[in-house]
């Protein structure tokens, strides 16, 4: 069965600090979708990016960037110059047939 | 509807009592899911259909969890004997296709559904 693992279970920096949220996936499929949600303190589930396994391209959006190492089985979420509203939980999930979630990274971005 | 609808939001019910737990999905979605969300924790997958067919109940905890989805829309999640440790959030998602991740079709989440059990 496939595995997401999200080791940093807190994480706390400053305003403007740049921030990297590791995930780490097992799977025995060739064919694979990873994906990073955003769970503010409002508790809904937002939706951020989704990479298919045969895409290593690493993506930027704004502040946002994400680096996915299949050697690695890595993909990683980067927030640069991080700002308050950045604060939430961040989830890394996997599908192949289903969808699974990692624990979550608690991210708090102090003023 | 334009997103996941589900419902109760709160649901406090006491223990030894059975609790349905509804969503509805967006229109025209095909693939159902439902995640179970403990406090601090991230969300834990239960069980999922594609149209009306289960495809995976594994995640369910035991027999006290069941899930139906008859006409391909509405999903019912139904606790039976509810005890203390099934307090948590219930989560709905729904993706317009099986593929969940390949093209547009991405899960999209409902607000939950809070059970507390006394």
């Known amino acids: 069965a496939q595995k997401v693992t999200q080791a940093q279970t807190e994480i706390s920096v400053v305003e403007k600090e740049d921030v990297t949220l590791d995930c780490v996936y097992e799977?025995?499929?060739?064919?694979?979708?990873l994906f990073w949600y955003k769970q503010p303190p409002s508790g809904e589930l937002v939706f951020l990016i989704r990479r298919n396994s045969f895409d290593e391209q690493n993506e930027i959006s704004g502040r946002y960037s994400w680096n996915f190492q299949k050697s690695t089985s890595s993909f990683n979420f980067t927030i640069t110059a991080s700002q308050v509203v950045d604060s939430a939980v961040y989830f890394c999930a996997l599908s192949e047939e289903d969808m699974r979630f990692g624990a979550g990274t608690r991210l708090t971005v102090k003023p | 509807g334009a997103g996941v609808s589900q419902s109760p939001r709160y649901k406090v019910t006491k223990r030894g009592q059975d609790v349905a737990l509804r969503c509805d999905p967006i229109?025209?979605?095909?693939?159902l899911y439902w995640y179970r969300q403990a406090l601090g924790q991230g969300p834990e997958f239960l069980t999922y259909?594609?149209?009306?067919?289960?495809?995976?109940k594994s995640g369910l905890p035991n027999d006290r969890f069941s899930a139906e989805r008859p006409e391909g829309s509405i999903s019912t999640l139904t606790i039976q004997r509810t005890e203390q440790r099934d307090s948590a959030m219930y989560r709905c998602a729904s993706s317009p296709s099986t593929d969940v991740g390949s093209g547009a079709n991405v899960l999209t989440f409902g607000a939950g559904s809070r059970l507390t059990v006394l």
């Open positions: 229109s025209g979605h095909v693939s």
């Open positions: 259909f594609n149209y009306e067919a289960q495809q995976d």
């Open positions: 799977t025995r499929d060739t064919t694979y979708y």
